[in-house]
């Protein structure tokens, strides 16, 4: 005798993993492609291959240290061999502001904030302004009563996180102006 009663609802499970899927089933009808993907010859995609041609200014400080190294581990990804046909140069800045006065004027939370501004330019001899842009970024850290130890172990990761923050931001606008204005790639 067949069984008449009305289907099982699908699992939270089943609904999860197609709710995860669907942007795998859909980005590829619109367009999208990895950015760093490697084309079929083997070569860099364009977007990694406009990136590995840039070449970093000095970013002063520690904190611009960081920054500089985020931005080449992003930059250099799969480009080896590019040659380099613009210059970068980003002026970066980290700020503190003290949050959470107690009123013995005891500081409980330090807020960071990171400011970057950045030009793009090429090498040719008049160094021909590209693009420009800016990033920003705010962390923050709670002190704990005299641990201040803890405190400078914190300060220190906040900056890195915000250096990470920082490379993403220019790296995501730098990839949008190369995707969006082919021709400067042409050039070698």
């Known amino acids: 005798m067949?069984?008449?009663?009305?289907?099982?609802?699908?699992?939270?499970r089943a609904l999860l993993r197609l709710v995860a899927l669907a942007p795998a089933l859909v980005l590829p009808g619109c367009g999208f492609s990895?950015?760093?993907?490697?084309?079929?010859n083997g070569?860099?995609?364009?977007?990694?291959?406009?990136?590995?041609a840039i070449t970093i200014?000095?970013?002063?400080?520690?904190?611009?240290?960081?920054?500089?190294?985020?931005?080449?581990?992003?930059?250099n990804y799969g480009g080896v061999g590019v040659a380099?046909?613009?210059?970068l140069d980003v002026n970066y800045g980290i700020g503190e502001e003290s949050v959470g006065i107690q009123p013995d004027t005891s500081v409980t939370y330090q807020r960071v904030i990171a400011n970057a501004t950045w030009t793009l330019r090429s090498q040719d001899p008049q160094h021909a302004t590209i693009t420009t842009g800016k990033a920003h970024a705010i962390d923050g850290y709670n002190f704990i009563d005299q641990q201040f130890f803890d405190s400078t172990l914190e300060d220190e990761k906040v900056r890195s996180r915000l250096a990470l923050r920082i490379a993403d931001m220019i790296t995501m606008e730098l990839l949008a102006y190369f995707k969006h204005h082919p021709a400067q790639t042409d050039a070698s």
Do not use: K, W
């Open 84 to 87: 380099h046909r613009y210059d």
């Open 34 to 40: 990895p950015v760093y993907a490697t084309m079929a």
């Open 2 to 12: 067949p069984d008449h009663s009305p289907p099982h609802p699908p699992s939270r």
């Open 43 to 52: 070569d860099p995609s364009p977007a990694a291959a406009d990136l590995a």
């Open 57 to 75: 200014g000095r970013i002063p400080d520690r904190s611009g240290q960081q920054l500089s190294e985020a931005l080449q581990e992003r930059f």
